[in-house]
Nanobody, 124 residues
Framework: QVQLVESGGGMVQAGGSLRLSCAAAGRTFKYLFMGWFRQAPGNEREFLAA????????YYADSVQGRFTIARDNARNMLYLHMNRLKPEDTAVYFC?????????????????WGQGTQVTVSS
């Protein structure tokens, strides 16, 4: 079973950029469908982006399409989320997650393994 650890969060001004990283421990990473989610206080966990096991296909929520880019490096067991043109409403805890099936899903319940999260704060 893979273990996930996010990093790269922090505080940034509106309009700025951040790159989140998700380090995966375990030899199965390259076979897993991966996603990024976020959760702000009082809100449900929100799907942001997902990527197939070989990186050939990516999926995005409308709220981040064109601003965020998901990528992976299977040789290094790493998942990334490049975030540009950040807005105050992007403030949340960001999570990476793994799904054991190859099909796309935006439902957090369909992802079986989660990292601990990393805080992103965007000031106006």
């Amino acid at each position: 079973q893979v273990q996930l650890v996010e990093s790269g969060g922090g505080m940034v001004q509106a309009g700025g950029s951040l790159r989140l990283s998700c380090a995966a421990a375990g030899r199965t990473f390259k076979y897993l469908f991966m996603g990024w989610f976020r959760q702000a206080p009082g809100n449900e966990r929100e799907f942001l982006a997902a990527i197939t096991d070989n990186g050939g296909s990516t999926y995005y929520a409308d709220s981040v399409q064109g601003r965020f880019t998901i990528a992976r490096d299977n040789a290094r067991n790493m998942l990334y989320l490049h975030m540009n043109r950040l807005k105050p409403e992007d403030t949340a805890v960001y999570f990476c997650a793994a799904r054991q099936y190859y099909s796309h899903s935006t439902n957090p319940s369909d992802y079986t393994t989660w990292g601990q999260g990393t805080q992103v704060t965007v000031s106006s």
